[in-house]
């Protein structure tokens, strides 16, 4: 007997939302999710004005953030994954914020 694997695929986003201390994304089919802030740290350290500089990437399904070089996929997102930049990478940016 063949098992056939059903592709399920992740909403869309529409709108992103920070305050401060969550990332809230509301989807085009009515859902929304609240994260921790703290999941993601270059969205943790920017300023507000940082934060609120985003796009939509890929149609909804990821959110890119230039000023904080900050990406974000929505299934990763749905799925519960934090961020994965590492402890010296992020010390590295911190650093690099600090110089400007």
Do not use: C
């Amino acid at each position: 007997m063949d098992i056939s694997e059903v592709e399920i695929q992740s909403p869309l986003a529409q709108q992103v939302t920070i305050n401060e201390d969550s990332l809230i994304v509301d989807f085009v089919d009515g859902r929304t999710i609240v994260v921790p802030l703290e999941w993601y740290p270059r969205l943790l350290h920017g300023t507000s004005k940082e934060r609120n500089n985003w796009r939509l990437i890929g149609n909804g399904e990821g959110i890119h953030w230039s000023d904080l070089d900050e990406d974000i996929s929505i299934e990763n997102l749905i799925k519960g994954k934090p961020s994965g930049e590492s402890q010296s990478s992020l010390k590295l940016w911190l650093q690099s914020r600090i110089k400007k």
